[in-house]
């Protein structure tokens, strides 16, 4: 019932700036946060930046390049990626928590998006 659809990821060279972009659609109640996430080769997916309530939280190793926020368009999120670098390739990962129609109830869930990649090139 809920999607979400990543999109902006592509090839940069380090130093570079990337916007992605989500977008969520289905049974939305409320959404609480949004956030994005990444997975590397080989590495566990981790968090990168969320946004809750107009609240935005960040990693350490984006603090400062990376910016989260939410579109002007209602269920949307933004992550403003500036000054790439090569560890910054990954998969990533759009998420939605919050409250969402099913079974003609109200519950609070947590979705995925299928990822856009992110490739940094030197």
């Known amino acids: 019932q809920v999607q979400l659809v990543e999109s902006g990821g592509g090839l940069v060279q380090a130093g570079e700036s990337l916007r992605l972009s989500c977008a969520a659609s289905?049974?939305?109640?409320?959404?609480?946060?949004m956030g994005w996430y990444r997975q590397a080769p080989g590495k566990q997916r981790e968090l990168v930046a969320r946004i809750t309530n107009g609240i935005p939280t960040y990693a350490d190793f984006v603090k400062g390049r990376f910016t989260i926020s939410r579109g002007n368009a209602k269920n949307t999120v933004d992550l403003q990626m500036n000054n790439l670098k090569l560890e910054d390739t990954a998969v990533y990962y759009c998420n939605v928590e919050g409250q969402f129609v099913l079974l003609s109830t109200i519950s609070d869930m947590n979705y995925w998006g299928k990822g856009t990649l992110v490739t940094v090139s030197s």
């Open positions: 289905g049974s939305i109640f409320s959404i609480n946060s």
